[in-house]
């Protein structure tokens, strides 16, 4: 069983930055996909980024279009910890920020959740 807690949200103007974290524990979190989802009001779930298990900050790593360039996804083992560092925020950036993990990095595999943390960009 793998639990999530995330914080770090926030609100920001435009172009503004911020850097969400995610405490990461239990049993056999450290062969799991870890990523990050966002969903907006009245808008479907989607992935923002992903951290296959095994990775380092040197890997691939998978972003959602819209954020590439501007998200960056990184993961310190040593304290259990993943963050998702965000700059140049838009105001479509504004949703629940969500920690995830999950067998595999294929959305649909992730089946453990942190509670949540709003960001809301300002124009």
């Known amino acids: 069983q793998v639990q999530l807690v995330d914080s770090g949200g926030g609100s920001v103007q435009a172009g503004g930055s911020l850097r969400l974290s995610c405490a990461v524990s239990?049993?056999?979190?450290?062969?799991?996909?870890l990523g990050w989802f966002r969903q907006a009001p009245g808008k479907e779930r989607e992935g923002v980024a992903f951290?296959?298990?095994?990775?380092?900050?040197?890997?691939?790593?998978d972003y959602f279009n819209s954020v590439r360039g501007r998200f960056t996804i990184s993961r310190d083992r040593a304290k259990s910890t993943m963050y998702l560092q965000m700059n140049s925020l838009k105001p479509e950036d504004t949703a629940i920020y969500y920690c995830?993990?999950?067998?595999?990095?294929?959305?649909?595999?992730?089946?453990?959740w942190g509670q949540g943390t709003q960001v809301t960009v300002s124009s």
């Open positions: 995830a993990a999950g067998h595999s990095c294929r959305p649909a595999d992730f089946g453990y």
């Open positions: 239990g049993y056999g979190y450290r062969n799991a996909c």
């Open positions: 951290m296959p298990p095994g990775s380092s900050t040197t890997d691939y790593f």
